[in-house]
């Protein structure tokens, strides 16, 4: 079933939905992961072109300065991006996360960000996770960042968080594709007023754009196997940022409104799960 997410519609490919503070994120937004630094002014010139507003960073993709350069020169309104960040694993704690926090801002050339995540819960030592989400709590409070977050974080994970948080987290980002649907964790963020996002949100490879059960789909609405997925996720209410630094692939990508699934086939392809990581676990 589709998540009620009151998702927005406008012009090619605007939809949106609501953080649980009121804040509006695109649902489909461009990956930064893996793009070379050298590559990056031209994936993102394509991808802004195209009509792209959400960018999805992290300091760990190593590519933040020539992202933030990119950002300063397409001449693109600050107000009109929608820009994510994630502190990563050696910067967990409280003050070191700051810091981490004002490098990244620095990287990007930017004021504020719209989102900050946790990129992964430290499972050997939470308590220096949750040291990492007051940070992100004082960070919010002071305004230098409009909604804050998770990534990789379990239904047993965010109960601590919630035990503990002033704030609580507003995103779960995680891995979710056809073969790793995330059903009962997708649900449990939504029943607890966490909007989802899906990495990966393609897969990896050929495998799942040749599943026999998209490439119909594919044909039936004249889309390709990318675009049916992407529309897939986006229809069940998960904000999605697919990454290309190939021009035709980056547009392609962004050119999935004026459809959307059934009921039925969304269940079809929800039936594909093989609860299948293709990424670190």
């Avoid at 990896?204 to 049916?228: F, M, N, R, S």
């Amino acid at each position: 079933m589709r998540h009620d997410l009151n998702i927005e519609e406008r012009g090619n490919f605007m939809e949106t939905t609501q953080l649980s503070n009121g804040v509006t994120i695109p649902m489909l937004g461009f990956g930064t992961y893996l793009i070379d630094s050298k590559d990056v002014p031209a994936a993102i010139k394509t991808a802004l072109d195209a009509g792209y507003r959400h960018l999805d960073c992290a300091h760990i993709y190593g590519n933040e300065p020539a992202v933030g350069a990119a950002i300063k020169a397409s001449g693109v309104d600050r107000s009109d991006l929608f820009i994510t960040s994630k502190v990563w694993n050696a910067d967990q704690g409280y003050d070191k996360t700051l810091a981490a926090f004002d490098k990244t801002l620095n990287d990007l050339e930017l004021d504020y960000l719209d989102l900050y995540l946790i990129h992964w819960p430290n499972e050997k030592n939470f308590d220096l996770t949750l040291d990492t989400w007051r940070a992100l709590e004082t960070l919010y409070q002071q305004k230098k960042v409009r909604a804050i977050g998770v990534s990789n974080f379990s239904k047993d994970q965010l109960e601590k968080v919630f035990a503990m948080a002033k704030v609580k987290p507003m995103v779960n980002q995680i891995e979710r594709h056809p073969y790793k649907v995330q059903a009962a964790l997708g649900q449990f963020d939504t029943d607890n007023g966490l909007v989802n996002e899906g990495y990966s949100p393609i897969g990896h490879g050929h495998l799942i754009l040749e599943d026999p059960v998209i490439t119909k789909l594919a044909a039936k609405y004249g889309k390709t196997p990318a675009q049916i997925v992407l529309r897939w996720q986006v229809d069940t209410g998960f904000v999605v940022f697919p990454k290309s630094s190939k021009p035709a692939r980056v547009k392609e990508n962004f050119e999935i409104s004026g459809f959307h699934l059934t009921d039925d086939e969304i269940k079809e392809i929800n039936g594909l799960d093989q609860d299948k990581h293709l990424n670190y676990d």
